[in-house]
């Protein structure tokens, strides 16, 4: 396992078109993160899972947002109805409980609505 | 929730000087605090880490330093080379997990 992986690396999509995202995290690692990241700007949390369980949803995440993870390993976010305001790059980290805070990033998602 | 401020937005330093990256974060249950270098169009990746209960940790020519009291973070970085030239995080976890700063952009000048 040679770390994070995403896809696809970039979509371009048409405002209003739904999309969705894959993240395979390092295989022993059962935690997972979603991020998105605009020009200048550090990564924002979105959400976050522990196993097949999410636990955290930020407030960014509005009701066209989905992530799930279904059986604890990858998992996908989808974009309902994007809009412009929606590209951005998208990423996926994971970690091990033993080290939570030590996060891996995949190469990310670049999403262009337009 | 935490909220973390990182300054300066843009660090141009000669190559061989030093550079200096400070943050401050609001949640004083914040207990891990990394630091993540993004080279341009890659993936954040972690450089350097520090727990609360440290007061500062080195790294070959990286350090950082924590203040819990004042709620400040800063990393070092000593002899400054080309390859060093990205944008720098720094992040601080709480119970909600990371969040990051809006980054430096460090360049080192030839």
């Known amino acids: 396992d040679t770390g994070v992986s995403q896809d696809p690396r970039h979509k371009i999509t048409k405002r209003g078109q739904n999309v969705t995202f894959r993240c395979d995290p390092i295989s022993e690692h059962n935690r997972l993160y979603w991020y998105r990241q605009t020009l200048g700007q550090g990564p924002e949390f979105l959400t976050y899972?522990?196993?097949?369980?999410?636990?955290?949803k930020s407030r960014l995440l509005s009701d066209r947002f989905s992530a799930e993870r279904p059986k604890g390993s990858f998992s996908t976010l989808e974009i309902q109805r994007t809009e412009q305001g929606d590209s951005a790059m998208y990423l996926c980290?994971?970690?091990?409980?033993?080290?939570?805070?030590?996060?891996?990033f995949g190469e990310g998602s670049r999403l262009t609505v337009l | 929730g935490e909220n973390v401020e990182q300054h300066p937005s843009t660090l141009s330093v000669q190559e061989g000087d030093s550079a200096v990256i400070k943050c401050t974060y609001s949640?004083?249950?914040?207990?891990?605090f990394p630091w993540y270098k993004q080279e341009l169009g890659k993936r954040p990746q972690l450089i350097i880490d520090?727990?609360?209960?440290?007061g500062e940790k080195k790294d070959q020519r990286i350090a950082v330093t924590l203040n819990k009291t004042a709620k400040h973070f800063s990393l070092h970085i000593t002899e400054t080379q080309p390859e060093d030239s990205a944008v720098y995080f720094c992040a601080a976890r709480d119970a909600d997990g990371l969040t990051f700063g809006k980054g430096t952009h460090l360049i080192i000048q030839p």
């Open positions: 980290a994971s970690s091990s409980d033993r080290r939570a805070g030590e996060l891996f």
């Open positions: 520090i727990r609360s209960n440290v």
């Open positions: 949640d004083s249950a914040s207990n891990y």
């Open positions: 899972f522990q196993n097949e369980a999410q636990l955290e």
